[in-house]
């Protein structure tokens, strides 16, 4: 997903907590939330740091 | 239940959730005794379960660590079957590296160095699976690994694939068949095409690297979202991403057409690019740059582009660079030395190197639609580096043109397909009629495994009478010593004796073919491969071949004389550089596979420009096809059998050493064993002085091989046999 709040580094965190929910119950096969948290890495680095370590488990 | 199970880059669980994850990565452990991904332990326990296993799974998803590790597990013999040679010596490299030396690897099926080789692996292209049945009854083959299987859908080379995949299924019903794809979504195909039995698919859609996609237009960059785009194009990168990421220190893959590179328009395009790279300093690199330089031969006469980038970290990759140029470029490129690599379609299949940023630049991709998708996936898969990097997300840059920015999302989110009927079943009808042949001999297992040709092909060669063109040749090729004629002195021949060798091959030729006339191109081409196949057969390196084309073609003999002329007052300054300039650069047409019909007229290398406008990289590429796709390809079967069989018949040992010649590049019986060994000619060359004996059991060195041990490349190539 793209959209202008991802851009500046605004941070839903539902939708985080949305995507990591989904990536629990079918694993990382949406590319766009792939493409999604790219985005929040990019614009919110610090942000992100917060639930990167879990993501990789 | 899994997040991205990345289990190899996290650290101790803190959370409960991370726990929840841990316990699991460890009961992957217990299970499989390694630090598998999810996908990766799935796809180990239905290769340990099932007799035949076909599966799909994204770039980085983990392939290669899971070949290693069953690699590393089968107790007999594997078979690796890939689509390229350039991906066959990846593969040589990595598990060269992995196993023991008693353990045999080599690019082709052989056994050689039995007394010390407790099992054997071989990485083979489809087209070298015949090999395979020669040795049936040796072979303790427990695995064959199809790698990029998505090549039984390619044509000719697809039916090969499929006609090997039955034979096997025939001849060795027991043993264990793996396939695997990028990204196709019915993996299954693969079984049902070819009834296999006991057998599991899976089509794995889990990710490990995400991806940031942006448009370019007029120097404009703009992110957007094949997926969900709500920016309404309104979200522009300020600057221009390309520079920044080079001179942040990371890597971008420009996607290019070939024409781009060989008329070199692309230096302009991208020159603000190129200019940002900075000239290599590290030892590592440059020693690579050095290796590469010795291989084509580079000095002050004859300058590569090639090289003058690389030494500023910029790699160009194509199919008609020289295979192991390639790998020394790969390996650069592998080792972070490369900030740029303008590269072809060569590096879309399989072929590991990826990079910060994709680029592409040239929307055409060949095969159907489905192929052209599965190419494109493919493709960005190279973007964003899958490190090792503890607790790290990875993600990496996709840059498209906006014109093609539509028929790129269609292809990215639409599903690719593997067809359920394998190509041999089909019909074949308007195939052109030099493909008839092995078709037919596909369909029927009718090949001659030791000629290397179909049977239809050998009694076509059997009933012809050659037997004047094969003598002239002979008389011609190998003078009374058994010396052949070297590539200078068939320069020196008159016109009429050239123009009479080249009938009498091109007579030996067409008669394996369905056709009785070749067409000008054709001939054309055979006539440039003359002198590159009598160097070949005197066995000149590779840089030697290219160096003796460069003096011919560029008149060398001319230049020096008139070098001479200025030297001694003949001629002024003036006139030396107005006939250098009119001289023009010898006729010599571009390599094209034979046999091919439609290349009806002969198409000159350099065009028509003056011998000091040479371009060398080009040459090297064009000598690298000729020896590849003309001799290796089209020449070195038909020639070689057609003598053999002059020689069964006729008992005649010139025919028979003319035949080694051919198929070998020698007929020194040490050096045919060192091929067989895996040896190249370049290390034949010095390896050979240190051969005590040679045979199928074992090398036996002189003592004086420890001087080798010092130099870490040649030690590499002769410790697995010491």
Known sequence: ?57 | MFLMGLFYKTTEPQTFFDQIYWDYANSIFEQTGRYFTPVQADAFNSIQKFDNFSFSAPTSAGKSYLFQELIKDIKGDIIIVVPSRALLSEYLIKIQDLVANEILVLPFIDFVNIRKTIRRIFIITPERGDELFKYQEKINLQLVLFDEAQLSEEGIRGMKFDSLVRRIDKKFPNVKKVFTHPFVINPEAQLQKHNLQNGDYEAYDQKAVGKIFIEHRNDTFKYFSPYDDQSRGKLEYSGDIISDSISNGKTALIYIAKSKIYDETFLETYAKYIALCKEITDPKALEHINELKNYFGENQEKKSLMLFLMRVGIVIHHGSIPLKARTIIERFVNENHAQICFSTSTLIQGINMPFDLVWINNFRFTGSEDQKKLSLKNLIGRAGRTSKLINNYDYGYVIINSANKNRFIERLKSDSYLETESILDSTTENVDEDFIDIINAIKNDSFDNNLNLTSEQVSRLNSTNLDQDIEFILSSFIDSKGIPLSGRAYHDLSIDIRRQIRRCLANIFISHLRRTELTRGEISVLDTAIPILLWHIQGKSFSEIVSLRYSYLSERDFRRGLRRDLKNGKISRKEYHSQLANKQIKFSCIAETLPNSRFQVPIPLFGYKSVTEIDFDLLIYDTYDYIDKVLSLSLKDPLSAAFELYYSRTSNLKALSLANYIRNGTNDIVEIWLLRYGFSFEEIEWVKPYILEIDENEIKFKKNISELFEDGIKYKAIERYL
Do not use: R, W
């Open chain 1, 1 to 57: 997903m793209l959209n202008k709040s991802l851009s500046i580094g605004q941070l839903d965190n539902s939708l985080v907590t949305h995507i990591l929910n989904e990536f629990h119950v079918e694993g990382p096969i949406n590319s766009d939330h792939l493409e999604t948290l790219a985005y929040i890495k990019k614009f919110a680095p610090e942000q992100f740091q917060y639930f990167e370590k879990s993501l990789c488990f």
